[in-house]
């Protein structure tokens, strides 16, 4: 069964527990981005965390190897129980957030390729293939690739095998959940549920087509 992450990129603190709350029942895990953690401070993962969901930091962390260990430290020790990271700072860099994730007992993921029209313009030409399987050199648990380029996503599952795949871009980007859905472990929606009328009701859409 693949699992339904919602992209939780709201900024109003109550807005955004409402939210979860709300969607939870539906929900696999929650990923929270800058927009939120800019907003209301990490400790909103306190908050989050009575919705009883695994709680993933999107920061896609790209530094020197010494600032992504502290990045890590701080996202683990907030109560996240993964961090995501870009992979293009290279293995050292990347092999930091994945030995903190391990020291925690949490998860690294590792973009391989972003969602956004603009990303084929530097992670084409075998660039997403080459994060991808540094990504599983050093150990990642899995990586992010492109919900609207399905195409993409077969490629990149013939590199990391087994491992994790989180798909973002389904909904207003454009992804398909039926289709997507059915080569990935996880799909993440954010605006075509927090948007929606009944953020619930979306969410248990989305649900009902992870578990075909």
Sequence with gaps: MTELILALDVTVKKKALAIAHECAPHLDAIKVGYPLILSCGLSVAQEL????????????????????????EQVFDAGFSSIICHGFTGKDAVQACVD??????????????????GATGFFHGGTAEKIAAL??????????????????????????GSRKILSPGVGAQGGDADEVARMVDGIIVGRAIYEADNPGTAAERFARICQV
């Design 135 to 160: 990504a599983m050199e050093c150990g990642a648990d899995g990586i992010i690739a492109p919900a609207t380029r399905p195409e993409r996503v077969k490629v990149l599952r013939g590199i990391v």
């Design 100 to 117: 903190t994730a391990s020291d925690y007992g949490g998860a690294c993921f590792v973009v391989a390729e972003m969602s956004h029209p």
């Design 49 to 72: 965390e009575a919705e009883d969901l695994p709680l993933i930091a999107d920061f896609k962390v790209a530094d020197i190897p010494n600032t992504n260990r502290l990045i890590a």
